[in-house]
């Protein structure tokens, strides 16, 4: 399955739409991703080869962290890696720090006070408005570039 990923990676335009590997998230923010007209695929559509993904966006770092490294690994996909909400006081730093180390990622905060509690310096501070149209232009291409980076391991 990685030819086919790294061939359809390469015919990708800005406004393609994108297979993204889509782990669970809001549904404000999951309508948001697909006003953009990008497939949203699970986990469960890998197993039956529906689709080939182009992209992972891990919403939710602590449950699904190993899953979407091993696929990006296999794959060879880079992550959009986002946190939704702050790290719960009670988790040690340390023992978690690892969340967020992929071999070819971009990171998003939708907050500063995210950022923060997970102490994160390579985050980039980015909410989402469906009514604004540069910060839909922003993430359309965070997206995009995301999905043609070089993954390195």
């Known amino acids: 399955m990685i030819i086919p990923t790294?061939?359809?990676?390469?015919?990708i335009n800005a406004t393609?739409?994108?297979?993204?590997?889509w782990?669970?998230?809001s549904d404000k923010f999951t309508e948001f991703i697909k006003s953009f007209g990008h497939n949203l695929i699970s986990f469960k559509d890998l197993y039956y080869?529906?689709?080939v993904p182009q992209l992972?966006?891990?919403?939710?770092?602590?449950?699904d962290y190993t899953k979407?490294?091993?696929i990006s690994v296999k794959l060879h996909l880079s992550v959009l890696l986002?946190?939704?909400e702050p790290k719960n006081k009670f988790l040690d730093i340390n023992k978690v720090g690892e969340l967020n180390d992929f071999p070819s990622k971009y990171h998003i905060c939708l907050s500063e006070a995210i950022k923060t509690s997970w102490a994160v310096t390579d985050c980039q501070i980015l909410s989402y408005d469906l009514n604004n149209k540069d910060n839909k232009?922003?993430?359309q291409n965070l997206i995009f570039q995301t999905s043609k980076k070089n993954f390195l391991l």
């Open 6 to 11: 790294l061939l359809s990676r390469e015919l």
């Open 16 to 21: 393609s739409p994108i297979n993204i590997l």
């Open 23 to 25: 782990t669970e998230s």
């Open 49 to 51: 080869g529906n689709n």
């Open 56 to 63: 992972i966006i891990c919403n939710n770092k602590l449950n």
């Open 68 to 70: 979407c490294l091993s």
């Open 82 to 84: 986002i946190d939704h």
């Open 137 to 139: 232009a922003t993430w």
